[in-house]
């Protein structure tokens, strides 16, 4: 069983920054699609960003363009999601996923759930003045 657990989030004030990390349970992570995803309260799950296994394919929502970045630092074992000029909308519970799927096509286009078989935990950003 794939597990991935998600760490970095917290409080924040509008306009400040933080980094998510995303690090696996019992794998590595460098031939796994990573995605990002997001939850507020009383809205459906939202695809933020995906990094393909090769870091080539990048794919972020419009809402976050320019303000969010993916990485992946393969020697740590991690995928980051580092968080600036942040807003309240952006307060959500942030999610990291991936799945069986090698293809890093699958992070192409709208972000779907459906794509995704392996979830961490979640981690609660919170930006509010």
């Known amino acids: 069983q794939l597990q991935l657990v998600e760490s970095g989030g917290g409080l924040v004030q509008p306009g400040g920054s933080l980094t998510l990390s995303c690090v696996p349970s019992?794998?590595?992570?460098?031939?796994?699609?990573i995605a990002w995803f997001r939850q507020a309260p009383g809205k459906e799950r939202e695809g933020v960003s995906c990094i393909g296994n090769r870091g080539i394919i990048i794919n972020y929502v419009d809402s976050v363009k320019g303000r969010f970045t993916i990485s992946r630092d393969n020697d740590k074992n991690t995928v980051y999601l580092q968080m600036n000029s942040l807003k309240p909308d952006d307060t959500a519970v942030y999610y990291c996923a991936t799945s069986w799927n090698h293809n890093p096509n699958i992070c192409v286009g709208e972000l779907r759930e459906g794509r995704f078989d392996y979830w961490g935990q979640g981690t609660q950003v919170t930006v509010s003045s």
């Open positions: 019992g794998f590595t992570l460098e031939e796994y699609n």
